[in-house]
């Protein structure tokens, strides 16, 4: 089980960012994809999950209505598409699978490399 995230960079702050975590090794549909973002010196921090058996999505309140968690199944891709960007969404986004959607990060044994996101003027 392989997960490959992408998409970071700077942007300024109203902005939007469209992040893809890529898997590789296994079968999107057998599994549930969640995003997590790390800033310095914080815990890591659940964002969203997609179930992609069936499409069902979940978010955190920090970012419901502004981010969008989607699959692409012939990509065997999840996408975390960010609108609204703020500074204090600045950190390193995650992407890790498992068996269900779990809001904390010890619930995930798979996980991607970080792609830093960075929201500044």
């Known amino acids: 089980v392989q997960l490959q995230a992408s998409g970071g960079g700077l942007v300024q702050p109203g902005g939007s960012l469209r992040l893809s975590c890529a898997a590789s090794g296994f079968t999107l549909d057998r599994y549930a994809i969640g995003w997590f973002r790390q800033a310095p010196g914080k815990e890591r921090e659940w964002l969203a999950c997609i179930i992609s058996s069936d499409g069902s999505t979940y978010y955190s309140d920090s970012v419901r209505g502004r981010f969008t968690i989607s699959r692409d199944k012939a990509m065997n891709t999840v996408y975390l598409q960010m609108n609204s960007l703020k500074p204090e969404d600045t950190a390193i986004y995650y992407c890790?699978?498992?068996?269900?959607?779990?809001?904390?990060?010890?619930?995930?044994?798979?996980w991607g490399q970080g792609t830093q996101v960075t929201v500044s003027s």
């Open positions: 890790a699978a498992d068996s269900m959607c779990w809001r904390t990060a010890t619930g995930y044994d798979n």
